[in-house]
């Protein structure tokens, strides 16, 4: 039986030497390892045997599987390195250092208006602020002197989770927040608070030119002693300046905004249709851009800041209204369209 044993052993090991890929070695596994093959064939002859031979012949076919298993793992791994190092060897050259072949991506036109709105805010001592686009009625609505079923709510329908939160609908959701965040400083060390909080806002609206159901704002307030409407006109104009780098027509007309008393829209000239009317503008001429006014004491209240002693100004800036005008974009709904060929024409300045 030794003997034979021997054969197979030598057998085996000239047809693991020859072999040079996977595929013959997956052969050779069958062929003697499998259900009708030659190692498990010697099992089956055991029954032949006595007790005392069964347990000596049964040790020595172990000994020859497992170095039959092991020769074949072993000549697998090789095999697989040598079809790894071919694979690799037979790849063209590759400078990492190349430049990419690919054309380079570029900025979406808001996020270049943002970061150019929150390069001039910073430049003027405001801090830049992130806030969630999820948010709580109270947030969005209540904290901002919008309480349930005021008539307010109408203008801004959005869109509701099933736990009661809603996509905000304004920036303005991010007020009372940045209120309680700094009234500590403002009170104790004096610091004025001076913040913009840039962010996506949702309206369950119909779309056409100036009006999509996602776009972006970009909200901002400042509270002291002693702020006065002079004041945020100043941010405002030196704002729209510095992003078109010309002089811009603004008017200011009176708007009513719950959170703001008095309150104001800021409408700059369409600079689509130079003022003229196109449906970019609605045919009027003049884009409302910036809502904005001197925050209302209950909002004030609200956030912990005395109005008795502190007073501030809030805007909500149409951000991608502003990007509109700035790259003469005629339609608002290119901007979430997705499509690259227009999308891609605005780099960094
Ligand atoms: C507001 O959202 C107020 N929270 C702004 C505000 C802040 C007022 C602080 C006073 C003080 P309004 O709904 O008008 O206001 O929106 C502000 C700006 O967002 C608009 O002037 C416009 O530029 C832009 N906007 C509003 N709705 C849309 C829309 N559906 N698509 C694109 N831009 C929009």
């Known amino acids: 039986m030794s ?71 072993k000549k697998t791994e090789e095999i697989r390195q040598q079809e790894l190092e071919a694979e690799i060897n037979s790849m063209p050259e590759f400078d990492v250092s190349a430049p990419p072949a690919l054309d380079r991506g570029s900025y979406h036109p808001i996020t270049l208006v943002q970061r150019e709105c929150e390069r001039i805010f910073r430049s003027m001592g405001f801090t830049v602020e992130d806030y969630s686009e999820i948010v709580t009625d109270y947030e969005c609505f209540e904290s901002v002197n919008i309480p349930k079923h005021h008539p307010a709510r109408d203008m801004q329908d959005t869109y509701y989770l099933t736990n009661g939160q809603l996509l905000k609908s304004q920036t303005s959701a991010a007020q009372n927040a940045i209120y309680k965040k700094y009234r500590k400083a403002l009170v104790e060390e004096g610091k004025p608070i001076k913040a913009i909080f840039p962010g996506r806002c949702f309206r369950n609206e119909a779309t056409d030119a100036c009006h999509e159901n996602t776009f972006f704002q970009m909200e901002g307030v400042m509270v002291d002693r002693n702020i006065s409407i002079s004041n945020l006109i100043f941010f405002m104009k030196t704002m729209l300046s510095e992003v078109f780098q010309k002089d811009i027509k603004v008017r200011l007309r009176p708007g009513f905004f719950p959170f703001v008393e008095p309150g104001f829209e800021l409408d700059i000239s369409c600079l689509i249709c130079g003022g003229d009317g196109c449906p970019s503008c609605k045919h009027s001429g003049w884009l409302e851009l910036c809502p904005c006014g001197m925050i209302h004491p209950e909002v004030l209240k609200a956030g912990g800041i005395d109005p008795e002693e502190y007073t501030g100004f809030a805007f909500g800036l149409g951000m991608t209204r502003l990007a509109m005008m700035k790259y003469g974009i005629k339609d608002i709904r290119d901007l979430n369209s997705g499509n690259l060929k227009s999308l891609s024409q605005f780099t960094a300045e």
């Open 3 to 73: 003997e034979k044993m021997n054969e197979i052993r030598q057998a085996f090991s000239v047809k693991i030497g020859n072999a040079s890929d996977t595929q013959t070695l997956e052969e050779i596994r069958i062929e003697y390892l499998g259900k009708k093959g030659i190692v498990t064939g010697l099992m089956k002859t055991m029954k032949d045997l006595s007790n005392e031979e069964k347990k000596t012949f049964g040790q020595q076919v172990n000994v020859l599987k497992n170095e039959i298993t092991e020769a074949i793992a």
